[in-house]
């Protein structure tokens, strides 16, 4: 029985330096961007996606408010909030939705039902992405009904 | 190292697995929080009513696990690209992790508390 070489540590550095993710696509191209793409926008999630579960669940209950029309009405009143939400919207969707095709790679084996199903989940995201933007830009508290279809 | 099902798991494995149970559940939940925020078209009396069905015990607990989800994600996320940009620090993969784990776990004790005490069984407002 041969006992396997021990990969000296800098070949299983150059190999997988994280050991946790993917390593570096060696050569350039989609690969790689999407690798880059998954770091930078994780960098920015970190502040954006916190940042938001602090404001909605940390501040909001310190101050005693309350998450309801009005809120969302002051919230989006300046445009900085729904510009942030829409940057938040755009990042965690890509961010999340790639994170996923990479999580259908590794587990469906037929090249065509792994194609099929990619297919769906970016029709589906670029759906959510238009219905999400739409609300957050076009969003006018005055044309709003005040009752709602089903009273 | 533990035992699970037969299996000797590292923390690192485990590392692994939950960095993609929390991005696919916070994924998961994104897409029915744009369907949820997209009430607010129809009006104030449909969208108090959605954000309302949120405004209870077991949507908190739910909320919670979020939050964790989330936090870990983060740190454990920013561990990836901490080792990826400076591969120096893979000699500490070990106490990264552990620290991690343990980060995510400290952060959620002030936040849990937190969040739960408008709902909880023990404050009846």
């Known amino acids: 029985m041969t006992v396997p070489a021990r990969a000296s540590a800098r070949t299983i550095y150059r190999r ?30 970190v502040l954006m996606a916190l940042g938001h579960m602090f404001i909605m669940h940390v501040l909001v209950q310190l101050r005693g408010e309350e998450i309801n029309f009005a809120f969302v ?31 259908i790679g590794d587990y469906v084996a037929n090249r065509t039902a792994r194609s099929l199903l990619i297919l769906l989940l970016v029709i589906v995201t670029a759906l959510w992405i238009l219905l999400g933007l739409l609300v957050v830009v076009f969003f006018n508290p005055d044309t709003a009904p005040s009752v709602g279809p089903f009273s | 190292m533990f035992g699970l099902f037969g299996y000797q798991v590292s923390w690192s494995q485990l590392a692994w ?14 897409f029915m929080h744009v369907v949820e925020t997209s009430t607010v078209l129809f ?83």
């Open chain 1, 16 to 45: 997988n330096p994280s050991r946790a993710a993917r390593p570096r696509p060696e050569e350039p191209g989609r690969d790689r961007f999407w690798w880059y793409f998954m770091r930078i926008s994780g960098l920015v999630l």
């Open chain 1, 73 to 103: 009405t002051s919230r989006w009143g300046t445009p900085f909030w729904r510009i942030y939400d829409a940057v938040l919207l755009l990042l965690a969707m890509t961010h999340g939705v790639n994170g996923a095709r990479i999580v």
């Open chain 2, 17 to 30: 697995f939950g960095h993609r149970a929390s991005g696919l559940g916070v994924l998961l939940y994104l």
């Open chain 2, 43 to 125: 009006g104030p009396e449909v969208y108090d009513a959605a954000v309302g069905i949120f405004k209870n015990l077991p949507a908190r607990l739910g909320e919670i696990v979020l939050m964790a989800a989330l936090v870990y994600h983060a740190l454990n996320g920013l561990r990836v690209i901490a080792m990826d940009f400076w591969p120096g620090l893979t000699v500490y993969y070990r106490p990264l992790t552990y620290g991690v784990i343990a980060a995510t776990i400290v952060a959620m004790v002030p936040l849990s508390i937190l969040m739960i005490t408008p709902f909880a069984p023990w404050n009846p407002v």
